[in-house]
């Protein structure tokens, strides 16, 4: 087939080029039989999903909801339901709630209701890739303005980067990969200063405790994206939700967001987990903590690794004068699947690591020690 025979078609992918693509990593199924180990073998630690929510729970669940809901039937008040149960939870209105497939998924409507070609959106560097990549998919121009060293904002040279075609600016916090949390001041001082939307990815703030939220419900231009996949564990399920004001949160809903874009088991577990128990989901939160805490002090106590804070589920982490390429690719000989993150700002040699449940950061710690001794530092 002579694609190049069609002028639009060469166009098309042309443009495709400068689109930026998401690094999934090495699938666990196809490291498996690389290496030859077991699919259960494998400890898949690069996309901090939350492994502490037990699968026998989450299944439970499942088989409860299955009894519950009519699949022959559009999902519509099981949208209703979860917005609803949000609402309650975060003592918003149930129409400042958008909810979508993931939180990516909303992040990208608010590329497509906010940004065409010529328009600019601004973030910071490093971040979450997605953003750059649904800027781009709009024909956009992504700039990124760097972190202080010590990771905090630049709120001066933000704000000094916004041109009159500037229209979205992208924050998230906590942030990936630095897994630090950034002023509620600041983010503030931002969204003041700042004519167009100041969408704000808070996928990991029940980690921290902390929310841009309870001081800014009332700010026109602030949109919050939330997900189900990290704190509830339910990164298969694809729920995703953004407070935003009454009007904008309208506009995405009735005129951005595809009807019945969620499917109905997921919104129904999710309400689920989020009215009978968030108790439960507490009390792994601060298992959680615990662990991460504990990982933290492990590593630093090496001597020969750094670890940063986190207010996350991940853990940043700098391998000295070992190349954080070659840890990566020794950790994945040994069926253990970290997100390699390379250079950030001055640090060189960062990875970044899932907290998971004690026995898998055992495993984790010992195996990195060995790669380290091989590769003697
Ligand atoms: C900052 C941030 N936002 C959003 C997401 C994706 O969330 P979802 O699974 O809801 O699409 C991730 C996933 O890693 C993330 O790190």
Redesign the pocket.
């Known amino acids: 087939m002579n694609l190049e025979r069609k002028r639009i078609i060469r166009e098309v992918i042309a443009d495709a080029e400068n689109l930026s693509k998401y690094d999934l990593g090495e699938s666990v199924r196809g490291l498996a039989s690389r290496i030859n180990m077991k699919d259960s073998e494998i400890l898949k630690l690069n996309?901090?999903e939350n492994l502490f929510i037990p699968l026998d729970f989450l299944r439970n669940i499942l088989r409860r909801a299955v009894d519950e809901i009519d699949p022959r039937i559009y999902p519509r008040d099981e949208v209703n339901n979860l917005k609803n149960a949000l609402s309650k939870h975060l003592n918003v209105s149930p129409e400042e709630i958008v909810v979508g497939t993931?939180?990516?998924?909303i992040?990208d409507l608010v590329s497509r209701m906010f940004l065409r070609r010529g328009d600019e959106a601004l973030s910071i560097a490093p971040t979450?890739v997605?953003y750059e990549h649904c800027v781009k998919i709009q024909g956009a121009e992504y700039k990124s303005v760097p972190l202080k060293d010590d990771f905090s904002l630049d709120v001066e040279a933000l704000l000094s980067s916004v041109t009159p075609n500037t229209r979205v600016i992208f924050l998230?916090s906590p942030n990936?990969p630095t897994a630090n949390r950034f002023s509620h001041k600041d983010i503030l001082s931002i969204a003041e200063n700042f004519d167009g939307i100041v969408a704000v990815?808070e996928?990991?703030a029940d980690f921290a405790g902390a929310t841009i939220l309870d001081l800014a419900r009332d700010l026109e231009n602030l949109i919050v994206?939330r997900?189900?996949?990290?704190v509830f564990g339910l990164?298969g399920l694809?729920?995703?939700y953004a407070i935003a004001s009454r009007k904008l949160a309208e506009i995405i809903n009735e005129k951005f967001q595809m009807p019945y874009s969620v499917c109905l088991m997921a919104l129904r577990v999710a309400t689920k987990l989020l009215e009978e128990n968030f108790e439960f989901i507490e009390r792994k939160i601060f298992e959680l903590r615990t662990e991460r805490s504990r990982l933290i002090n492990a590593l630093n106590s090496t001597g020969r690794i750094a670890a940063f804070p986190s207010e996350t589920n991940f853990v940043l982490f700098r391998t000295g004068n070992v190349d954080s390429s070659v840890v990566h690719k020794a950790l994945l000989e040994r069926g253990i699947i970290v997100k390699d993150i390379g250079q950030v700002l001055k640090f060189r040699n960062c990875l970044r690591v899932t907290v998971a449940p004690a026995q898998m950061m055992k495993r984790f710690i010992r195996e990195l020690g060995a790669v380290l001794d091989e590769f003697g530092a």
């Open positions: 996309s901090n993931g939180s990516d998924q992040i979450f997605i998230c990936n990815d996928a990991y994206f997900t189900f996949s990290k990164a694809r729920v995703g």
